[in-house]
């Protein structure tokens, strides 16, 4: 059997060929929404599918999905400034499974026994008697820490 390039078999492939012009058609529209949506919902959020130029946006949870509920109409706007042939947006929500980044432990840093003893002296300087025992609390338990 005959080798062929992998871009021959896709054109000869009808089913192929219209996959890939959708999934290029989404990358093009990902790209106009990278640059059209602030860039804290873009790494939460992606574009999953645009019918009839009604554009879906998937949202990795509810919060997020809400803040583009609310953007919609300008993120809309911006896009049509752009040249995007987009009509409307849907948001909905969709988890991407991914792994969880490692949580970071940070070092706690000791405290100096002049800065422990100026958050006792502050405690029973402070009128709120709440805040003042909090104080005392905190410097005893840094002052134990050491």
Do not use: H
């Amino acid at each position: 059997m005959p080798t062929r390039k992998l871009s021959a078999l896709i054109i000869d492939n009808a089913g192929l060929t219209a996959l890939t012009r959708a999934t290029q058609c989404i990358a093009a529209l990902q790209r106009l929404y990278a640059v059209c949506a602030p860039p804290d919902m873009v790494r939460a959020s992606r574009v999953v599918n645009n019918r009839d130029g009604m554009l879906v946006i998937a949202a990795d949870n509810g919060a997020i999905a809400a803040k583009l509920r609310q953007q919609a109409p300008r993120l809309l706007k911006n896009m049509q400034k752009q040249g995007g042939e987009v009509t409307g947006i849907r948001v909905q929500v969709q988890v991407e499974r991914s792994t969880p980044a490692p949580r970071i432990r940070t070092k706690k840093i000791p405290l100096t026994i002049d800065s422990i003893n100026n958050i006792e002296r502050l405690s029973k300087q402070v009128t709120d008697p709440d805040l003042g025992s909090a104080l005392a609390r905190f410097a005893a338990r840094r002052r134990s820490d050491r």
